[in-house]
């Protein structure tokens, strides 16, 4: 069971980075610059809806973005808390490396 629990944890890790590193690069590369030239237009534009808009879209799109690569770095950690957690029942029960 132990050793099951560390196994889980080393998945969860793995996919929790691979999530975070997913959204994030994808958040960096595409969005924040339509993020940057939407904000531009609607500082230089106020009240125009178009631009009003544009800007709601890209701010929502990078915070998904975001929220999807703070997601997968909550899962890497409950991945890593889990490995660790394996690890000490292991070795409180005598069976691990010392």
Do not use: C, W
Request: net charge positive; glycine share 18%; aromatic share 6%.
């Amino acid at each position: 069971m132990l050793r099951r629990a560390h196994l889980l944890g080393i998945v969860l890790a793995a996919i929790g980075l691979a999530v975070m590193l997913a959204f994030g690069g994808f958040a960096v590369q595409h969005v924040s610059g339509d993020f940057g030239k939407a904000r531009l237009l609607h500082e230089r534009n106020p009240g125009n809806a178009m631009y009003d808009a544009q800007y709601f879209v890209a701010a929502s799109g990078l915070a998904l973005l975001t929220g999807g690569a703070v997601a997968g770095g909550l899962l890497a950690l409950n991945g890593l808390t889990l490995m660790l957690l394996g690890r000490l029942a292991e070795r409180a029960e005598g069976g691990g490396r010392r």
